[in-house]
């Protein structure tokens, strides 16, 4: 064959062979897609596939920690959590514990802290209390016994109180805050003014008992407090006092 014709043969077969791409150039490219850079097959799916499964494999260890610390702390918060004896209603000082007084709760006892496990009941039963106690109060070696009213450091004064002055809620062994309020209308005010407590004063103290004095509606309630500030309560002038109920629960 001359040149001529070989030249013709070779651009047919030129033709042929690559006419397909060119045809065909979308399914080339479709090709090339799922082709890596080195032309394996397969490369950027396994890339797509990785990504895919990182986020999934942090995210179950992140379970796995949080599943874990959440069996530890539930452990570590119960296993030192024992029944100890509890107030289940108000009793004040003298008063006979009866069984319709104490109920059990579950605590984590710390070391050094005095109570009674809730299995030697019959220890406090029938014995005085020597204070009074509140609803949720834990009781204590000391808390039954000769009187302890009022202890080291602390006096007991009474209150002569209307109602609205004090929660009707209050009960023996309630811890308040005794608070001086603004003189009530038409009263009139006694004593040295620069000895006596400001407006706004406020201390804490504790209902030790409460009881009705005649027919004005008075109530004189009974608190202990820090002597020093028993004292200052007793010079402020009747109206002028207030009491706030506090959380006693434990």
Do not use: F
């Not at 490369?43 to 986020?55: D, F, L």
């Not at 296993?79 to 709760?105: C, F, N, W």
């Amino acid at each position: 064959m001359d040149g001529a014709g070989e030249l013709c043969l070779e651009a047919v077969m030129t033709s042929t062979h690559t006419s397909p791409a060119r045809e065909g150039g979308h399914e080339a490219s479709g090709a090339v897609s799922w082709m890596g850079q080195k032309g394996n097959p397969g490369g950027p799916v396994r890339t797509r596939v990785a990504r895919r499964r990182v986020p999934h494999l942090v995210l179950g260890l992140l379970l796995v920690v949080v599943c874990v610390g959440g069996a530890v702390w539930w452990s570590t918060s119960t296993q030192d959590r024992v029944p100890v004896l509890a107030i289940a209603r108000p009793v004040t000082v003298g008063h006979v514990l009866e069984r319709a007084d104490l109920r059990s709760t579950e605590i984590s006892a710390a070391a050094g802290v005095a109570t009674v496990p809730a299995a030697h009941a019959g220890e406090v039963l029938g014995r005085p209390m020597a204070t009074s106690l509140g609803p949720g109060a834990l009781i204590t070696p000391d808390s039954v016994g000769a009187a302890a009213i009022p202890g080291a450091g602390q006096s007991v004064v009474a209150v002569g109180l209307k109602p609205g002055a004090y929660p009707p809620e209050l009960a023996a062994g309630a811890p308040v805050s005794v608070v001086v309020t603004n003189p009530a209308t038409g009263s009139t005010s006694t004593g040295d003014s620069d000895q006596q407590a400001s407006v706004g004063s406020m201390w804490p103290a504790t209902v030790v008992g409460r009881a009705a004095a005649g027919d004005d509606q008075t109530t004189v309630i009974s608190l202990q407090l820090a002597s020093a500030t028993a004292t200052e309560l007793a010079q402020v002038p009747t109206g002028q006092v207030a009491l706030v109920l506090q959380p006693g629960g434990r």
